[in-house]
Every structure is written in structure tokens, then in C-alpha cells.
């Protein structure tokens, strides 16, 4: 069965770190992999996306994300973490049906 | 230049009373989804349509409905809500058939129930 796994619940960082938020996948073929962020009440922005090519992805907001085949993983990433990316992150994978399986979600925390 | 919208962003309605929640989309996609979140979990599918197809996942209940008249346009009906039902309910489009494209949320409507 396909499956998303997001191993911390909540991650926090002082301000100017670098972050990390950790995903790893289960899924049969080709990976599509995505990341989102959610502010408080609001809907799921996307960040960024692997298809193919290149193991690391640029996205929105200076993110970016590494994937690896033989640890299955697609850690989000930031060289130098601000206060406003306080947020929520789903890692989510397509399946075959073209449905996204999502992660359970973390909630990052930056700390001025 | 929003392209998912839902309206209302707040929804109080009464336990058992019969609501309805909106979306629209200026992206001209072909798929349209509805997830309810709850308590910053994960979001749940509720079903989607593929053009006029409707695909019910299996765990919806029956008490959830929903109406897509047009392309640009989809509801979510709830007949009789109950507590249980209060959650952030989530829009969502992607482009026909396309494993490799991300789908586009609305800003969601915060249901109250009471």
C-alpha cells in the first residue's frame, strides 16, 4: 500500500537556522512527490514538487527539498529559517489513481 | 487573482440543519475535490468529481452530498450536520490525468456546528 509517513509532529528552530522537516514514502513505480505549507485557517498552499531529474527541488518561499530513491525520503528543507514560516507541512504522494496520500502533518515552529 | 474560491470562509449553522458550502474555480480544471480537515490532521478526501463523474470514497458518509453543475462550480451539501461534522472543509482542482501537476486549494470554510 502506498503510504506518506512525516515522523515529527512538531519541529522548532531558532530563527536564522537552517530547517528540516523529514518525509519518507512507500509507493509502487515512479514517485510524485509534493510538498504543502498551511497557515492557521487557511487552505494548503503548494511548495514544490519532484517528478524527475534533478534530487533537489527548488519551490516557493526560498524551500527546497532533497530526494533520495534508496532512502525513499523527500526532506523539505531552508538554509535560514524566518519566524513567518511558522507553519504547518503536509508531504503528500500521488498514487495510481491519481489521488494524493498524505502525510500526518508537521507543525514548524520558528522561534525569534 | 484567486483562482480557488470558497465561500463562505465561516459557517455557523445549526446541529441538524441542512447547509450548503460553495466553490469556484477560474482554472478551468477538469477534477474538482472535496477534503474535511480536522484539528490540523491531515486532509480527508470526501469525494471528487472527474468532469461530471462523481467518485464517492468509500468511507464518506451518506450525510454528505455534493453538486457540481458546471466546470467552474462545485457544492457540498450537508443534510442533517452534527457535531462530529465541524471541521475545515477544503477545496481543491487539479489538471485531467496528470500525475506530475499539484492541485490548487481554496482558502476553505471553517464549519461551526452548534
Known amino acids: 500500500a502506498q503510504s506518506v509517513a512525516q515522523p515529527e509532529d512538531q519541529v522548532n528552530v531558532a530563527e536564522g537556522n537552517p530547517l528540516t522537516v523529514k518525509c519518507t514514502y512507500s509507493?509502487?513505480?515512479?514517485?510524485?512527490l509534493f510538498w504543502y505549507v498551511q497557515y492557521p485557517n487557511r487552505g494548503l498552499q503548494f511548495l514544490l514538487k519532484?517528478?524527475?531529474?534533478d534530487n533537489l527541488v527548488k519551490g516557493s518561499y526560498g524551500f527546497e527539498a532533497e530526494f533520495n530513491k534508496s532512502q525513499t525520503s523527500f526532506h523539505l528543507k531552508k538554509p535560514s529559517a524566518l519566524v513567518s514560516d511558522s507553519a504547518l507541512y503536509f508531504c503528500?504522494?500521488?498514487?495510481?489513481?491519481?489521488?494524493?496520500?498524505w502525510g500526518a502533518g508537521t507543525k514548524l515552529i520558528i522561534k525569534p | 487573482d484567486a483562482m480557488v474560491i470558497q465561500n463562505p470562509r465561516y459557517q455557523v449553522t445549526q446541529f441538524g440543519k441542512p447547509v450548503t458550502l460553495s466553490c469556484s474555480q477560474t482554472?478551468?480544471?477538469?477534477?474538482m475535490y472535496w477534503y474535511q480537515q480536522k484539528s490540523s490532521q491531515a486532509p480527508k478526501l470526501l469525494f471528487h468529481?472527474?468532469?461530471?463523474?462523481?467518485?464517492n470514497e468509500a468511507d464518506t458518509p451518506d450525510n454528505f452530498q455534493s453538486r457540481r453543475p458546471n466546470t467552474s462550480f462545485c457544492f457540498l451539501d450537508i443534510r442533517s450536520p452534527g457535531l462530529g461534522d465541524a471541521a475545515m472543509y477544503l477545496c481543491?482542482?487539479?489538471?485531467?490525468?496528470?500525475?506530475?501537476?499539484?492541485?490548487?486549494f481554496g482558502q476553505g470554510t471553517r464549519l461551526t456546528v452548534v
Open positions: 481543491a482542482t487539479t489538471e485531467t490525468g496528470f500525475m506530475n501537476t499539484e492541485a490548487f
Open positions: 482554472l478551468n480544471h477538469n477534477v
Open positions: 468529481y472527474y468532469d461530471k463523474d462523481f467518485n
Open positions: 509507493v509502487s513505480g515512479n514517485p510524485y
Open positions: 519532484y517528478i524527475t531529474g
Open positions: 503528500a504522494v500521488r498514487d495510481s489513481n491519481y489521488q494524493l496520500i
